[in-house]
């Protein structure tokens, strides 16, 4: 290990590889450039922002049987988000990556590149790649900014760092192909990972990451809407997106104060049955609905349509729940990818899934906070597999593929997880939300009653010239008046009484 000072404020900054070639200093955020016989300070860094990530400097634990500890990070913006790339030391001196985005985890190993990878401009989601034998699929292919960095690094990076990267999926194993040092890329190889497999130690307390998320050192995240200052409840450290409940204006909060992206034409309040800010417990454990959005089958014409709420908790990341007009799903994004078998199947851990409906989706509403830079008018490619009550879901964008894993649910159990004696019922569409609702009779029966007697009046006369067939005419006519309130009647689900003898006979509430 290497000890020096900094040249900018005299803290001891230690080198614990010698393959590393910067630092950031812990305490002035001085980046030290290590050469042959000195260290320069080519100037300051950015600070990282604190998230719900409990991986931290000094962070241990083992992969494929070796120790290893973290010792630094890069944080990395796109267009739609950020995430982190934490540098890990072995102890026999050899360095790997800890990826971190949002909760989901994958850990790479340098191997040596091959010579017939692809260019970084001939690849996008979907593309093939093999490697050793063994098919890839594409999953992600970006260009993204370095953020901030943190601790010991083994390149140089800091404002204007670009990382131009290409992820590929097999199973839960993993390529990455990193064209940021020019044509021929870096390859790194590995696999998605969780924190409890890698045994890690020295993780961020609860506390810790609560006190921090969502804050920069002296600063906190700005959490009014710019653009019509209404306060925005979001996750703080989570949270790259707002989309404000108020305005529908689009509030990029991943910077040191809260900027407006878009502001949205006025959108029609949607009307939902889980609200932002409810609380549900799932298997014990505490979720808030931190955002959700209304989407439609593209072509549709809005007669397909559900709701995704996306769900939080500090633990155990992010959930969501999708109602539709006939069910419930909750919906879980998956580490390990599906396998193809065919063109209509599709395996996942030895259990088949048929191929069930090809679509394209569109965001028409959105409100609360998300974990990417969500966009009314966001349009991705869907394919669903369905295996019993299960459903395996491809989401395909221009930059990325996602697997999902869906579970079907009954109106029941989410009414139990969030303590909901009543629901608008599924679909959560407005319309079908206010035709589930009784309607208030008592103007119809006044109105009917009104008219039957204008109509008794009008034909009094009748009565006395004892022509049955006028007679009969009239109380046809009188009956015909009373049949829109009976039959509104009818699907209320009541009889003809009034309220108040139904309060009387000791009915529920």
């Given at each position: 290990m290497q000890k020096v000072s900094c040249p900018s404020c005299g803290a001891e900054v230690a080198f614990r590889s010698a393959a590393s070639v910067m630092a950031v200093c812990e305490y002035c955020h001085s980046t030290l450039l290590k050469d042959a016989e000195s260290v320069k300070d080519i100037g300051k860094m950015a600070d990282v922002l604190e998230d719900y990530s409990p991986i931290q400097i000094n962070t241990s634990g083992e992969y494929q049987s070796k120790h290893f500890t973290v010792v630094g990070r890069i944080q990395l913006r796109y267009d739609d988000g950020f995430w982190n790339e934490w540098y890990v030391l072995f102890d026999d001196g050899t360095g790997a990556w800890l990826s971190?985005?949002?909760?989901?985890?994958?850990?790479?190993?340098?191997?040596?590149?091959?010579?017939?990878?692809?260019?970084?401009?001939?690849?996008?989601p979907g593309v093939g790649l093999t490697l050793s034998g063994s098919r890839f699929v594409a999953s992600d292919v970006r260009t993204a900014q370095c953020l901030a960095g943190q601790g010991e690094l083994?390149?140089?990076?800091?404002?204007?760092?670009?990382?131009?990267?290409?992820?590929?999926?097999?199973g839960n194993r993993f390529v990455t192909l990193d064209y940021s040092d020019g044509e021929t890329p870096q390859l790194y190889i590995g696999q998605s990972v969780d924190l409890t497999?890698?045994?890690?130690?020295?993780?961020r307390s609860e506390t810790d990451i609560a006190q921090t998320a969502g804050k920069y050192r002296g600063k906190t995240a700005v959490l009014n809407c710019p653009n019509c200052g209404s306060a925005i409840n979001y996750q703080a450290g989570m949270a790259v997106n707002v989309v404000c409940p108020s305005c529908n204006a689009q509030v990029d909060c991943a910077g040191d104060k809260a900027v407006v992206l878009q502001k949205h034409e006025q959108l029609a309040r949607v009307i939902t049955t889980l609200a932002l800010g409810d609380f549900g417990t799932i298997d014990g454990i505490k979720y808030q609905v931190i955002g959700f959005t209304k989407c439609s089958e593209i072509g549709s014409d809005g007669t397909s349509q559900w709701i995704e709420y996306l769900l939080f908790n500090d633990k155990r990341g992010f959930l969501w729940l999708v109602e539709s007009q006939d069910r419930w799903d909750r919906v879980k994004v998956l580490d390990e990818w599906p396998e193809q078998r065919s063109a209509t199947t599709v395996d996942l851990r030895g259990a088949a899934y048929n191929k069930l409906y090809q679509y394209g989706a569109e965001v028409v509403y959105a409100a609360g906070a998300f974990n990417w830079r969500v966009t009314v008018g966001d349009r991705t490619r869907i394919i669903d597999y369905a295996r019993d009550t299960s459903k395996l879901t491809a989401e395909s964008s221009d930059s990325e593929i996602v697997w999902s894993v869906a579970t079907q649910v009954s109106d029941a159990q989410v009414r139990q997880w969030f303590a909901k004696k009543t629901m608008p019922g599924t679909g959560s569409l407005a319309s079908q939300h206010a035709a589930a609702e009784p309607v208030d009779l008592s103007a119809l029966k006044t109105a009917t009653i009104i008219a039957s007697v204008i109509l008794a009046v009008i034909n009094l006369p009748i009565s006395f010239t004892h022509d049955d067939e006028d007679i009969l005419v009239t109380m046809i006519g009188l009956g015909v008046l009373w049949i829109p309130f009976w039959f509104q009647n009818r699907a209320n689900g009541g009889d003809s009484s009034d309220d108040s003898d139904d309060s009387d006979s000791g009915g529920d509430d």
């Open positions: 971190d985005a949002s909760g989901q985890y994958v850990f790479t190993l340098p191997q040596r590149s091959g010579s017939n990878v692809p260019k970084f401009e001939a690849l996008k083994p390149f140089k990076v800091g404002p204007g760092w670009q990382a131009k990267v290409a992820d590929f999926r097999s497999g890698l045994r890690c130690q020295l993780l």
